[in-house]
């Protein structure tokens, strides 16, 4: 049972965890749960803070994350507990003020220092749940993801090492919940083989979820979020947007990509590999289903099951005569994006160009300036991936006409078929996303259909 920010954001939410945990017993849960809503971001925002040089600052701006922390277990724990909290805390400030400190100081690579940083979001609120829980007469026990989840040494995203992992999970988990414990855990966090502490990437508590619920063979992998489920679209364009009651792990897997909040894309793979059902469901309304990613063959088909997008992407259109009948060069230009750790979402080509879109353009300039090396480059700023998904993509004919025929008064460039062939994606300005989805979802979702 993996539990995000905001379902663990403040003494309420706190507690419908420790009641829907308690809903769980007889199946034998294991918890892991986010940082408290903002806590990472405020974090790495004291981090950005420390490198300027301001440590007092930095910790200054950490102080009213630990009063929520303080005021959830003052509201839901007893006096012992929420003394062993406060010793728990002390120590944490005192590392991270030491943290920060090193940070100011460069006295270690930064990269490193980030991620130790974060890690105190996950940290505290997995150590603050375990009391409520505790105090809820759940036998709940801390377990440290650092001592579970072994990764290699890319900071900031880390890759888990599977085996080992594996093996740590079945070893110090089993055994808890064999003795009838509940593990709680904090997602995100991990460590390198040499026990330095990293992180898994933003959002990564739902890969952790998954490794767990893998390692152990789970029945059930339950993401517990604020929304009830996946829906066909963003509701906050369409308010008629509704829960879908399943989804297959590819479908799951092309939304995730293509920006639909709910799913780290990462999360899917160790569910896959084991056909684990993956639930997701609302904190908020725990009686809801939610929907359940599922092998194929168990799920339903619809023509079309989503409609995502993802905004802010940049456009590259990559041009040189060169490339007509030559070979290496989409490997030369694949190959910058790689040295620059870029990576490329869509991407279309014709004789003479490739058009690939990025969501992420830290490195934008130093990627054009190597691509003008080998060819002409444009930049196309301000525009949307959307992605439209669903298993019925892959065998009726028509749809593609359909999808387009309903947006036909839009500018559409780089179409792309995926190689899943459950999702048809393209790329429209960023100020149309609306415009386009709505048009869709009425296309695909109306009473009409
Ligand atoms: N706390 C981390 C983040 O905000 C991880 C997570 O929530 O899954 O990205
Ligand atoms: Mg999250």
Not at 221 to 250: F, N
Request: negative net charge.
């Amino acid at each position: 049972m993996k539990f995000g920010g905001t379902s663990v954001q403040d003494a309420e939410a706190f507690a419908r965890v420790a009641e829907i945990v308690a809903g769980e017993m007889e199946n034998s849960p294991v918890v892991v749960t986010s940082a408290m809503s903002k806590v990472t971001d405020a974090l790495l925002f004291a981090f950005e803070t420390a490198k300027k040089g301001d440590v007092e600052s930095a910790i200054e701006s950490l102080e009213p994350h630990f009063q929520r922390h303080t005021i959830v277990s003052v509201e839901l724990t007893d006096e012992a507990q929420q003394k062993a909290f406060q010793t728990e805390l002390y120590f944490a400030k005192n590392e991270l003020k030491d943290l920060l400190t090193r940070v100011s100081r460069r006295s270690l690579p930064l990269s490193m220092l980030k991620d130790a940083v974060v890690s105190y979001g996950e940290q505290l609120s997995s150590r603050l749940l375990t009391f409520v829980c505790q105090a809820k007469h759940l036998n709940a026990r801390h377990a440290d993801s650092r001592r579970l989840i072994v990764t290699d040494d890319e900071y900031g995203s880390a890759a888990p090492i599977w085996d080992e992992t594996e093996r740590f999970i079945q070893l110090e988990l089993q055994s808890s919940i064999n003795k009838g414990e509940i593990p709680v855990m904090g997602g995100f966090i991990a460590a390198s083989r040499s026990g330095e502490t990293t992180t898994l990437g933003r959002g990564g508590s739902d890969y952790s979820a998954a490794l767990v619920g893998a390692a152990l063979k789970a029945r059930e992998i339950q993401i517990w979020t604020d929304v009830t489920g996946v829906l066909t679209c963003d509701p906050r364009i369409c308010p008629e947007a509704r829960t879908l009651k399943t989804l297959s792990y590819e479908e799951a897997a092309e939304l995730a990509y293509f920006g639909a909040k709910v799913l780290h894309p990462k999360t899917i793979q160790p569910a896959v590999d084991l056909q684990i059902p993956v639930r997701v469901c609302n904190s908020h309304q725990p009686a809801e289903k939610g929907t359940m990613i599922l092998p194929s063959s168990q799920t339903t088909t619809r023509l079309v099951k989503s409609i995502a997008y993802k905004k802010g992407i940049t456009i590259l259109h990559i041009t040189s005569a060169r490339m007509l009948g030559a070979f290496g060069f989409m490997s030369a230009i694949f190959q910058i994006f790689e040295r620059h750790r870029t990576v490329i979402d869509v991407v279309t080509t014709s004789e003479v160009s490739v058009s690939l879109t990025l969501d992420n353009t830290d490195s934008l300039e130093a990627v054009v300036k190597d691509l003008q090396r080998i060819a002409a480059v444009e930049i196309e700023r301000d525009q949307a991936v959307i992605c439209v998904v669903g298993s019925g993509l892959r065998d009726t004919s028509g749809v593609a006409a359909k999808i387009f025929t309903a947006i036909s008064d839009f500018n559409i460039s780089l179409i792309s078929h995926g190689a899943s062939s459950v999702n048809m994606t393209f790329v429209v300005e960023e100020n149309a996303v609306k415009e386009v989805i709505k048009k869709l979802h009425d296309e695909f979702f109306n009473q009409k259909n």
